[in-house]
């Protein structure tokens, strides 16, 4: 099955809410655990055990294990065995984009079935150019990943790039074009295309095409400010394709897993019953 028609069987069975996984050390810190290899660990078995086959998504966040050097990649790439094949989709947020060759050994890296940080899907950034992001996509294509490129991001130095108008006479914005051009690649796709877009929460307002006939990762719901209320005004027709993703809102009930469970649960119940 491509990646969308499992989202699509994801999102039915559980809700749509993405759990992020971000062990920041002051996370780690308030969990009782060290800020080391060890505590990341500990830190990334209790979230395996408490959100595998609960939750439709899971979004490990990859600089957090990065920090941590090759060992603690090695407790990403056993975050993302355990977390895949439960029925729960792993969603590594790693933001890459580059050119030729480089994007294609980012995207074999990823989204090569084969590979040791094999994901269901990863995040890009189109800002090298919308093109420059074909290797993610074609990989994803053979392995029946996902790709989800950031369109409108909730950072408030999001906008001098995202806002801007392109070079052509169409008017349209950075934003606008990244949006179209996943639109095109989804088209036809059913239940839904494998190629998202990542929409923040807290963004205000969008006056763009929202779309795209794919899932919508949307990030800052939850702790970050985005509520349930910004989610139904923003997105409107397309709510059914969108992907809230929150991670301090749930994570700050552990180390308990049965706390974390009855967390993540809440989120999707406020969601579904939106």
Request: proline fraction near 5%; aromatic fraction near 8%.
């Amino acid at each position: 099955m491509s990646f969308g028609s499992r989202a699509h069987v994801a999102m039915q069975a559980y809700g749509p809410a993405c759990i992020g996984i971000d062990p920041h050390a002051a996370l780690l810190e308030q969990w009782g655990l060290e800020d080391s290899v060890e505590g990341l660990d500990r830190f990334a078995s209790i979230c395996v055990e408490a959100f595998a086959g609960q939750v439709a998504f899971v979004k490990p966040q990859s600089a957090f294990f990065e920090r941590f050097g090759a060992r603690g990649v090695v407790v990403l790439e056993r975050t993302i065995e355990d977390l895949r094949h439960t029925g729960s989709l792993v969603v590594l947020d790693v933001k890459r984009g580059d050119i030729g060759s480089t994007a294609q050994a980012y995207a074999e890296a990823y989204l090569d079935d084969d590979a040791p940080m094999a994901a269901d899907a990863i995040t890009v950034s189109p800002f090298l150019g919308f093109g420059s992001l074909a290797p993610f996509f074609e990989v994803a294509e053979k392995n029946d990943a996902g790709v989800f490129v950031l369109a409108l991001t909730s950072n408030p130095e999001g906008p001098e790039v995202q806002h801007a108008r392109l070079a052509d006479s169409s008017g349209t914005t950075v934003a606008g074009g990244v949006l179209a051009q996943l639109a095109d690649l989804n088209a036809g796709a059913a239940p839904m295309g494998s190629y998202g877009a990542v929409v923040g929460a807290t963004i205000g307002s969008a006056d763009e095409d929202l779309s795209i006939n794919g899932p919508i990762l949307v990030p800052g719901f939850g702790a970050q400010g985005g509520t349930v209320e910004d989610i139904r005004r923003l997105f409107g027709d397309v709510i059914d394709y969108v992907i809230p993703s929150t991670s301090r809102g749930v994570l700050a009930a552990g180390p308990d897993v049965a706390a974390l469970r009855e967390a993540a649960a809440r989120v999707n119940a406020e969601l579904v019953g939106s």
